[in-house]
């Protein structure tokens, strides 16, 4: 099995740190204060985004990151109410997954997902 995280040059690591924290609730795992990067996961899991200072790639949005969650409609509706703009509401999608679909302030695709009773493709 293969573990891993992913690596995202933004503007302002710091401000897009505390977008996940909100949005995923991830936490601080690691800083570079030398560099200005943040690495976000959890304690138990070790990195799952390291935010590094620098220019995003061309077009940020064809970047996705998928966020499994238990009920994507009841985290659409806290989010919400934490004034996160989503791009869509949650919908069924024709491969078995529910979706509701936003973007990070640096422009990046944000999509918050959950299984179907009938998924084919689950972890």
């Known amino acids: 099995m293969f573990t891993g995280w992913i690596s995202l040059r ?19 795992v690691g800083e570079r ?15 799952a985004i390291i935010l590094l200072p620098g220019e995003s790639i061309d077009h940020p949005e064809k970047l996705q990151m998928h966020f ?23 919908e069924d999608q024709p491969w078995g997954w529910r979706h509701a679909y936003m973007h990070d302030p640096a422009g990046h695709t944000v999509e918050l997902c959950t299984p179907l009773a009938n998924a084919k493709f689950t972890n």
């Open 33 to 47: 204060s030398d560099i200005g990067s943040v690495a976000l996961g959890s304690k138990e899991h070790g990195y």
């Open 68 to 90: 499994h969650v238990r009920d994507v409609d009841a985290e659409y509706n806290r989010l919400k109410k934490l004034g996160v703009q989503f791009d869509e509401p949650p």
């Open 10 to 28: 933004v503007q302002d690591p710091r401000a897009i740190s505390d977008w996940y924290q909100k949005v995923t609730g991830m936490q601080v």
